[in-house]
């Protein structure tokens, strides 16, 4: 004979309050334990050990979803995949994958922390923490750093290279370490994007062909003969 399902309607799963286990078919329940605490339980059973798994609070999941959520685990058991040990491995992988994310706004406070950790020139330590708040983070600052590409180091580079140019060399350098710092701690893998040779030499001209050079002013001609004395 065959199992009876969709015994359930929206409106009765509202309406009752009466404690116990309400079926709706195919190992669903709907389980009250007070007027206001209801739930949903799946019930199956695999490799002759019977299990019951909560599939959440009727306030959160409707009817329809669970038994969207039903389904689901019932294929699972259909290739005798236990729904609840397939649910725990899932929340184990988000919770490491979630473990070695970061942000390069994270990742530069961490590495520069560690880096100025004990120095004695605080000005200094000051000076790494200003470049790149002020020109890397607008464009890095939220992004994970498993996800910063050449692309988008160039993109903080590009308007202060010419302009800029000391800036500019300080900045990628900067940031370089911390990706490093990065890649180093398992934040992301691959080569680091902020890398000169054979990296951004191809997008960006060597800084040394856009530095101006600034020279001293010539001697007047009348102050020649003392200056030579005094040199001599």
């Not at 609070?57 to 259909?78: I, P, Q």
């Not at 000051?126 to 996800?147: M, S």
């Not at 856009?210 to 040199?231: G, I, N, W």
Request: glycine letters at 6%; proline letters at 5%.
């Amino acid at each position: 004979m065959a199992q009876t399902v969709n015994q359930l309607t929206a409106t009765k799963v509202k309406r009752l309050k009466a404690p116990g286990m309400y079926p709706d078919g195919a190992g669903l329940y709907l389980q009250v334990t007070g007027e206001n605490a209801k739930s949903w339980l799946l019930r199956y059973s695999l490799r002759g050990k019977a299990r019951e798994m909560g599939l959440g609070s009727f306030r959160k999941v409707s009817l329809a979803e669970a038994r969207r959520k039903a389904a689901d685990c019932h294929k699972l058991l259909e290739g005798h995949i236990d729904p609840i040990e397939h649910r725990n491995a899932a929340r184990t992988a988000a919770a490491l994958a979630s473990a070695k994310t970061v942000t390069f706004k994270e990742a530069a406070a961490r590495y520069i922390a560690m880096r100025t950790k004990g120095l004695k020139n605080t000005k200094h330590a000051a000076q790494w923490g200003t470049t790149i708040a002020t020109y890397a983070e607008p464009v890095l600052g939220k992004l994970q750093v498993r996800d910063i590409t050449v692309g988008l180091v160039h993109r903080v580079l590009e308007p202060i290279w010419t302009t800029k140019p000391e800036t500019a060399g300080r900045v990628r350098g900067r940031v370089e370490k911390i990706l490093g710092w990065a890649k180093v701690n398992n934040y992301r893998e691959g080569e680091n994007p902020a890398r000169w040779r054979d990296n951004l030499d191809q997008l960006l001209p060597k800084l040394s062909e856009v530095r101006k050079v600034k020279h001293h002013p010539a001697l007047p001609y009348v102050e020649v003969p003392a200056f030579m004395q005094k040199l001599r």
